[in-house]
């Protein structure tokens, strides 16, 4: 009985090992990030993306310079977009009804679809990312030239751009991330859009 003990425990010993070693990995890296965004890490058995650095909203109703500046990002690869600001909401709320609901689809019906509206915004949106005071890559364009990546079912989206995905970023090094609003399109939605870095995470099969 002592030795079928033994071989059972063994197992369940590096199983709770490897949790707790997995706990203290996310603990440690979140807590690394400082500076002007909010960090978030999914966990090691993530699906792309496993991390979400949020930056404060940006206002398009007029000409603004918005700097953002953080240290202690995991080394990985990011993408930076522009979100339209129900977007997260829409995804939680979608998120927890199909958790409820698995075997049905989640789509939102009492709202007008405006992506063709939001795709024409002529906006120019000017993005910088430095380190150490050098640059690293940049965009300088109207969002009607960005690529609006929207989702039907949640009638949301965002604008990202193909200068701006695949960054490699390091933990040891700071990062200066500068969005510039000029030539503002006030007859076009949206009135405010929610920077975000995201990447990282288990490849979807």
Avoid at 63 to 68: C, E, G, Q
Avoid at 193 to 202: D, T
Wanted: aromatic share 12%.
């Amino acid at each position: 009985m002592s030795n079928r003990r033994l071989v059972i425990s063994v197992p369940l010993f590096f199983v709770i090992l490897a949790s707790v070693i997995a706990v203290v990995v996310m603990w440690w890296r979140g807590s690394r990030f400082q500076g002007d965004g909010i960090f978030t890490d999914k966990g090691i058995l993530a699906y792309r993306p496993r991390y979400t650095v949020r930056f404060p909203e940006i206002s398009l109703k007029k000409p603004a310079i918005y700097k953002f500046q953080f240290y202690g990002i995991p080394t990985e690869e990011f993408t930076f977009a522009l979100e339209v600001p129900d977007l997260r909401t829409k995804m939680n709320a979608a998120r927890t009804y199909l958790e409820r609901h698995p075997r049905e689809k989640y789509s939102i019906k009492e709202e007008k679809d405006i992506s063709e509206e939001i795709g024409k915004n002529q906006t120019r949106v000017t993005v910088t990312l430095s380190s150490n005071e050098q640059e690293l890559c940049s965009v300088n364009e109207c969002l009607s030239n960005w690529v609006l990546g929207w989702t039907p079912s949640l009638i949301s989206g965002e604008f990202w751009h193909p200068n701006l995905r695949d960054i490699r970023f390091r933990s040891n090094r700071t990062y200066t991330i500068i969005v510039e609003v000029n030539e503002v399109d006030l007859n076009s939605p949206p009135s405010a859009l929610v920077p975000v870095l995201s990447g990282g995470g288990i490849e979807v099969p």
